[in-house]
């Protein structure tokens, strides 16, 4: 749910605070450039896999070893 707000905040909440700063990083980047047009789409589609990735990582956390 944390992606959904803004990408690497899903990966903060689950323990694993460098990819969710750089995942910040990236989005943050990808907005600040929104006026090149094609940037929408890529946002878009690493908003996404941000979204994905943290929750296929908290379902294998919840699973246990």
Request: hydrophobic share 50%.
């Amino acid at each position: 749910m944390f992606s959904l707000i803004f990408p690497g905040l899903g990966q903060i909440r689950n323990n694993d605070p460098r990819k969710g700063l750089l995942y910040f990083a990236i989005a943050f980047t990808l907005i600040l450039t929104l006026h090149l047009g094609v940037t929408a789409i890529i946002l878009a589609l690493f908003w996404l896999y941000n979204i994905y990735d943290a929750y296929t990582v908290a379902s294998r956390k919840a699973e246990g070893p």
